[in-house]
């Protein structure tokens, strides 16, 4: 007996009922599929606005630098040693940094800062303070500009919400203010061109610096103004400095935003007396998994044959990050369990209506001498066949919002904004494209299927004909 095909057949004797069923198990399917990618696409983006353009996912530092993070714990550096590191198969960029704290200061402004010293044209492959650069802000007289245009007051309703914002391009402008169609072709252009700021890169001998938006609007620093730093230098030499402000840059984590400073590598060497030595070199391969990050370090470890110098992973000299990680992805996953659960009496209530609509069906068949083992087979057969696709259908139904979400990810405005930015993490929810957790949740619903089918089968083994043909 030919099991499969009289599945086939009988799941397509009653279109809606299979229908009922298949549209629940998919649904489950696309929704938790959905909610797992904005989890993994938050952790994403806060790793790739963190570690990836900020920090690298690997450092080599001096032994105990992590323990006690002053100048007196750096280590001599030379360029032979960046040049054996990036013949290293796998590494994709190894960027030099000095980090420290200074005071900063403009007039009557005082704030702490982190100061970090950059070779400009190595630090574009990991943090590119190009692309950071602040090309638009949109002040008083970005508006009172548009007004004198004549531009509408819907349109400028819209840049009023947007004010003392910056912005690095033309698409961040038109995202923020919402600009589609029409509008955005008609007034765009008047929008940049009166909100246009000026600043430019370091070049790698600059004694000038680059300043985070957020602590620029802090210290009231613009373009051409001139900061204070003081600090304390190498082996507690005093430092202090005069250094004008080359741009102004805007970093996706809100919380760095508020306090960074670059300067270029000699003029941070100069400024704390270390001329010739480093507090990390920063490395990101070209493969970030967690099971090639064991593999890179052993490599740069093995390049470098230095006792006093250690090679460190994202998780280990940002233990902070790591543990926010994993405990929002716990609440995510209790959150995910809980889907998991109506999901589960969702498919089961459904396979309740179905037993419950082919009860008589069922008798009869028995009645007539149908095996009861032969039943349960076929039954069995027709719901892995319902799960199967669609288990498939939710998938790939979900694919079109994956990728939407990950090329243009949610942005938050308003208090909501204001509230995850507060928390130091940009206000932003990308979904995470295609990857194992799209199977996992497949494989998970596709269990629940299993799982539902032991009630089915019970009864058919339970069933007495009688009963079943009274139904």
Not at 120 to 133: F, G, I, N, V
Not at 221 to 226: E, F, Q, R, S, V
Not at 402 to 409: R, S
Request: net charge neutral; proline share 4%.
């Amino acid at each position: 007996m030919n099991y499969l095909k009289l599945a086939w057949r009988n799941l397509w004797r009653n279109k809606r009922r299979t229908l009922i069923t298949s549209a629940s198990i998919m649904f489950s399917v696309f929704f938790a599929i959905v909610m797992r990618s904005f989890q993994l696409g938050t952790y994403n983006h806060m790793i790739k606005n963190i570690i990836e353009s900020y920090s690298g996912f690997v450092q080599v530092q001096h032994i105990n630098y992590h323990d006690d993070m002053v100048l007196e714990n750096s280590f001599d550096f030379s360029i032979e040693t960046l040049s054996d590191l990036e013949n290293i198969e796998g590494i994709k960029s190894v960027t030099p940094r000095i980090e420290s704290f200074a005071l900063a200061s403009t007039g009557s402004q005082t704030k702490g800062a982190v100061v970090i010293g950059i070779d400009p044209e190595r630090e574009s492959q990991l943090s590119d303070p190009q692309h950071l650069l602040v090309k638009y802000r949109i002040t008083d007289k970005t508006i009172e500009l548009l007004v004198n245009s004549k531009i509408s007051t819907e349109i400028i309703k819209k840049v009023k919400e947007q004010l003392n914002e910056s912005f690095s391009s033309r698409e961040s402008v038109e995202l923020a203010l919402g600009l589609k169609g029409p509008d955005l072709d008609k007034w765009i252009v008047n929008i940049l061109e009166f909100s246009k700021f000026s600043g430019k890169i370091l070049s790698p001998d600059d004694d000038g610096v680059l300043v985070s938006d957020r602590l620029s609007k802090y210290l009231k620093a613009n373009i051409g103004d001139t900061i204070i730093l003081i600090s304390q230098g190498y082996q507690g030499a005093s430092a202090a400095a005069l250094c004008p402000v080359r741009g102004i840059i805007k970093i996706p984590a809100p919380d760095l935003d508020n306090k960074l400073i670059y300067m270029s590598l000699p003029k941070a060497q100069s400024f704390y007396g270390m001329e010739g030595k480093l507090t990390s070199l920063n490395i990101n391969p070209k493969d970030n998994s967690e099971r090639n990050l064991p593999k890179i370090k052993a490599e740069i470890a093995s390049a470098l044959s230095n006792p006093e110098l250690s090679v460190k992973d994202w998780k280990e000299f940002n233990p902070v990050l790591k543990q926010q990680i994993e405990s929002d992805n716990q609440s995510g996953q209790a959150i995910l369990g809980l889907l998991y659960f109506i999901i589960f009496f969702g498919i089961f209530g459904t396979v309740l209506m179905m037993v419950h609509e082919r009860s008589r069906e069922f008798g009869v068949l028995i009645s007539i001498g149908m095996q009861r083992t032969s039943l349960a087979i076929i039954l069995l057969y027709e719901m892995l066949l319902m799960g199967f696709f669609a288990v498939l259908i939710g998938i790939f139904a979900s694919l079109p919002l994956l990728y939407y979400g990950n090329v243009h990810p949610f942005r938050f405005t308003g208090d909501l904004a204001k509230i995850y930015s507060s928390m130091g993490f940009e206000p932003v929810m990308p979904m995470m494209w295609i990857d194992t957790y799209i199977f996992w949740q497949g494989f998970v619903v596709a269990l629940m299927v299993i799982l539902s089918c032991l009630y089915p089968l019970r009864k058919i083994f339970t069933m007495k004909e009688v009963n079943a043909l009274r139904a």
